[in-house]
T-cell receptor, first 108, second 113 residues
């Protein structure tokens, strides 16, 4: 089975940096996803890491360490629109197993 | 192009009634998934379709839940004799065959009173 843990809530100031950690325990590993979900909306794809290391995509970066079962999503230069829930997910063959999500609140 | 669409966006029903939720996947996506998201919780996998067949129904919480897909397109999730614990957002996603990235619809918010 899958066990995926991430913090419930984080608060940060506009312009700051926030790091959302995700730890996982899986029977097999086929990569790790990060999704963003604004309240009442569909989750939208942010990143997919298969290999160890940091992948940067604009203000968002995602890091993976397979040996440690650990990933983080780094949000830089925070904007008010970044207030959302961030979901860590691990594929289990064809389906995704999700963490409970981290609600990020950006304050002015 | 058009994304995944779901209808209705909101549904309020009385306990004991049946409900039907609809999902229109992205054209050409042969894989389709249903998930449930309860308030404050992560997404739970319900069922997966590859084409019209459902090789994995393991996530369906009870025999009151069923789903079908016709024409490798539209899927419907049916919940019979709804209970209050069925209240949740039901999300549909689709993907290309064997592709890891899933594209989600906006969900149907179901409230059972």
């Amino acid at each position: 089975g899958q066990n995926i843990d991430q913090p419930t809530e984080m608060t940060a100031t506009e312009g700051a940096i926030v790091q959302i950690n995700c730890t996982y325990q899986t029977s097999g590993f086929n990569g790790l996803f990060w999704y963003q979900q604004h309240a009442g909306e569909a989750p939208t794809f942010l990143s997919y890491n298969v290999l160890d290391g940091l992948e940067e995509k604009g203000r968002f970066s995602s890091f993976l360490s397979r040996s440690k079962g650990y990933s983080y999503l780094l949000l830089k230069e925070l904007q008010m629109k970044d207030s959302a829930s961030y979901l860590c997910a691990v594929p289990n063959d064809y389906k995704l197993s999700f963490g409970a999500g981290t609600t990020v609140t950006v304050r002015a | 192009g058009a994304g995944v669409s779901q209808s209705p966006s909101n549904k309020v029903t009385e306990k004991g009634k049946d409900v039907e939720l609809r999902c229109d996947p992205i054209s050409g996506h042969t894989a389709l998934y249903w998930y449930r998201q309860r308030l404050g919780q992560g997404l739970e996998f319900l069922i997966y379709f590859q084409g019209n067949s459902a090789p994995d129904k393991s996530g369906l919480p009870s025999d009151r839940f069923s789903a079908e897909r016709t024409g490798e397109s539209v899927s419907t999730l049916t919940i019979q004799r709804t209970q209050q614990e069925d209240s949740a957002v039901y999300l549909c996603a689709s993907s290309l065959a064997r592709a890891p990235e899933q594209y989600f619809g906006p969900g149907t918010r179901l409230t059972v009173t």
